[in-house]
């Protein structure tokens, strides 16, 4: 799949910001532990990850009920079982939170492997080790992950190294546990967090205590419930950067400030004014302090500061200010691919990278070529330079960028903005 971009087009109107990519499979995911009906509203139906996540769930007996117009999944998990499948080959990263619905029900799950790998990848120990400390048996099959256990029983999960997927793993295991699990060094994100007031309000028992540590009290029933998946962070700051790259006139709804306050600092830091109220953001062209963006220099790392995830977007902030910027990253220190795609639109160069740092030495301003698309975000990076680029460009496999951003097309075509996708 490939997008050609006529770059050059000014965005006006208003933008409204979907429910986290990386909060709704996750609660959709927990949904199936519940006992009882489950409303989860400002749901991002079209996004492709939650497309085959509501299509796998199907396929084993869980009864969806999608609404597009009101962006709702009504989740009956009642009758889920441990099918045998004809094929396991499901692109959705987050399979591992698809066992412990199973369990429950059947005492045996069957999950095909995160993002459709098979054996020799192996990105998933540590949910391994969740199941396995829980109790359970693991067996890597050719096809299919295979956990039995008749109940999860509770333990001291102690993780070698902060992660956002074992600790949303670990909590919805635990939760149904017999006896009491303990998380040690967990990762708590906002996304985590919503998982968590979701899995409370079904009747789990569940204490944070700081930063990294939960304790979970298993228990034998949780009801049904209604709740709204938290606004996307990184969609948000997207839009944003965005308008400042295209100096458009962008009314940018559902923003998730209490999410995101750091990386709204560092903007603020770069010299852009933007206005805001208590859920929304206006940005136009005369928010720019100096008319223009200044140089900075951060690192990512863990919430509450810039996650690795909005990288991509801070690169374009770089590219355009005016003198030499830094980006560090030691925590993904090869995500450096979609910078070097950059450059080839920039008729100067303006972008070096190494692993662990890129540097920008701008001004630079953007050209139309063809590049291609790299890790979901920094496709979407790659998309927003065409956008304002002088002239046409292609950009392969542009369904990276797609993949997490619900309805991208539609949204941009509201701010009168055009681009055509087609098919390889």
């Known amino acids: 799949m490939k997008a050609i971009i006529n770059g050059g087009q000014i965005p006006q109107g208003t933008v409204k ?5 990386n909060s709704a499979t996750r609660l959709l995911a927990a949904a199936c532990i519940s006992d009882g009906e489950v409303l989860l509203e400002n749901f991002p139906i079209n996004l492709v990850d939650a497309q085959h996540k509501i299509r796998f769930l199907q396929n084993i007996g869980v009864n969806i009920d999608i609404d597009h117009d009101k962006e709702t999944l009504k989740v009956n998990p009642k009758e889920i079982s441990c099918k045998e499948l004809d094929l396991y080959d499901y692109p959705i990263r987050t399979t591992y939170l698809l066992v412990a619905g199973q369990i429950k029900r059947s005492g045996v799950a069957k999950i095909p492997y995160p993002g459709g790998c098979k054996i020799g990848s192996r990105g998933y120990d540590l949910h391994i080790k969740v199941w396995e400390e829980l109790g359970c048996k693991v067996t890597e099959l050719p096809d299919y992950i295979l956990v039995e256990g008749e109940r999860f029983k509770g333990n001291v999960i102690k993780f070698p190294i902060s992660t956002v997927g074992g600790t949303e793993n670990a909590l919805i295991c635990a939760s149904i546990a ?18 968590i007031d979701f899995l409370q309000r079904m009747g789990a028992d569940i204490a944070v205590n700081g930063s990294s540590h939960i304790i979970v009290n ?19 700051l997207t839009w944003l950067v965005y308008a400042v790259l295209a100096k458009g006139n962008i009314v940018i709804e559902n923003v998730p400030f209490e999410a995101m306050e750091v990386p709204l600092l ?7 004014d933007y206005m805001s109220n208590s859920n929304s953001i206006f940005f136009s062209p005369s928010c720019l302090k100096n008319g223009q963006v200044e140089s900075f220099e951060l690192a990512c790392g863990a919430h509450p500061g810039i996650i690795s995830d909005m990288q991509s977007f801070y690169t374009l902030l770089g590219i355009i200010a005016q003198g030499d910027s830094r980006i560090f990253d030691y925590r993904y220190p090869e995500r450096i691919a979609y910078a070097d795609e950059l450059q080839k639109m920039i008729s100067t160069p303006v972008v070096e990278t190494e692993l662990g740092k890129i540097t920008t030495r701008g001004p630079g301003s953007f050209v139309g070529a063809e590049v291609e698309s790299t890790d979901l975000r920094g496709s979407m990076a790659v998309v927003m330079a065409a956008l304002v680029a002088e002239g046409t460009s292609t950009i392969n496999n542009v369904e990276m960028a797609l993949r997490g951003y619900n309805n991208l097309a539609l949204k941009l075509e509201r701010l009168g903005v055009q681009i055509t996708v087609l098919e390889d």
């Open 218 to 236: 298993g228990v034998d029933y949780l009801k049904g419930t209604i709740k709204s998946v938290m606004s996307d962070r990184i969609e948000a």
């Open 17 to 21: 910001v979907s429910g986290a990519k």
């Open 178 to 195: 017999e006896g009491q699990t303990e998380i040690i060094n967990a990762y708590i994100t906002p996304e985590v967090k919503d998982l």
């Open 266 to 272: 560092h903007l603020k830091e770069m010299g852009i």
